[in-house]
């Protein structure tokens, strides 16, 4: 059985920083690529950020380009969403996925196999 754990997450003010973590526990691989999506309420889930199990390649939602950085350390199996420049539209319930297509980067949900809990981000104004 695979848990994803989100942590970080909280209430801060436009143009702060969060930066949320996903520690995955049980069975696992630290080399499975990794992805963040989130869903505000009333809205569909959407995709934010992924990282390749190696941590070379990465991926953004336009929205986010430039204020959102996604990392990891494989030692630690952990995977991280630094976000900055917060926007009130930013809020929303952030989830972590893992895809156990270790190269797999992409936006398609459908492609990441285990999911975390969500950890909720509500960015004022």
């Known amino acids: 059985q695979v848990q994803l754990v989100e942590s970080g997450g909280g209430l801060v003010q436009a143009g702060g920083s969060l930066r949320l973590s996903c520690a995955p526990s049980g069975r696992t691989y630290s080399n499975w690529a990794m992805g963040w999506f989130r869903q505000a309420s009333g809205k569909e889930c959407e995709f934010v950020a992924s990282?390749?199990?190696?941590?070379?390649?990465?991926n953004y939602a336009d929205s986010v380009k430039g204020r959102f950085t996604i990392s990891r350390d494989n030692a630690k199996s952990t995977v991280y969403l630094q976000m900055n420049s917060l926007k009130p539209e930013d809020t929303a319930v952030y989830y972590c996925?893992?895809?156990?297509?270790?190269?797999?980067?992409?936006?398609?949900?459908?492609?990441?196999?285990?999911w975390g809990q969500g950890t909720q981000v509500t960015v004022s104004s």
């Open positions: 996925a893992a895809s156990t297509e270790l190269a797999y980067i992409g936006s398609n949900s459908g492609n990441y196999n285990y």
């Open positions: 990282i390749s199990g190696s941590g070379r390649s990465t």
